[in-house]
C-alpha cells in the first residue's frame, strides 16, 4: 500500500477513525534524517500495510502544525502508532531503522491477526 500523505488535521482523524492500526511518519521537508529514512518507511508500507487494515501515512510538520501539537512533536522525524484511533506507546524518534522496522513488524503481526476476521 502507498504511504497516504496526510494534508489537514481533519484527514489524519478520519484515517484513525476508519483504519484500525495505522504508524504515521512526522517529518519536515528540509529535515536531512526524514529524508533517509522515508524509502525504508515506504518499503515497509508496501510489504505489510493493508488496506482498510494497517495504513501508514506521513505528514510535514511545517504544513500541518495542528497536528504537530496535538502529537507533541519535539524532534525529526518522529514515527506514531494508533490502534483503534488511540496512539499507543511506541513511538520511535530519530532515524532509527532497526527500532522502526521493530515497531512496524510487531504491529503487522497483530494486523495480520484482526484482518482476517473482519
Known amino acids: 500500500m502507498p504511504v497516504t500523505t496526510i494534508t489537514s488535521k481533519s ?3 478520519e484515517l484513525i477513525k476508519t483504519t484500525r492500526f495505522v ?3 512526522a517529518s519536515a521537508s528540509w529535515c536531512g ?9 515506504v518499503k515497509h508500507s508496501e510489504a505489510l500495510g493493508i488496506e482498510n487494515t494497517y ?3 506521513k505528514f510535514d510538520t511545517d504544513d500541518v502544525p495542528d497536528l504537530s501539537f496535538e502529537l507533541g ?6 514515527f506514531y502508532f ?3 484511533g488511540d496512539k499507543i506507546d511506541r513511538n520511535v524518534t530519530g532515524a532509527n531503522p532497526g527500532a522502526l522496522e521493530k515497531v512496524i513488524k ?4 497483530k494486523a495480520k491477526g484482526t484482518a482476517v476476521s473482519n
Request: proline share 10%.
Open 33 to 41: 534524517p526524514c529524508k533517509a529514512i522515508s524509502p525504508l518507511f
Open 106 to 109: 510487531e504491529i503487522a503481526e
Open 11 to 13: 484527514q489524519f482523524d
Open 55 to 57: 495504513a501508514f501515512a
Open 73 to 78: 512533536v519535539r524532534s525529526l522525524p518522529t
Open 23 to 25: 504508524a504515521v511518519q
Open 82 to 84: 494508533f490502534e483503534n
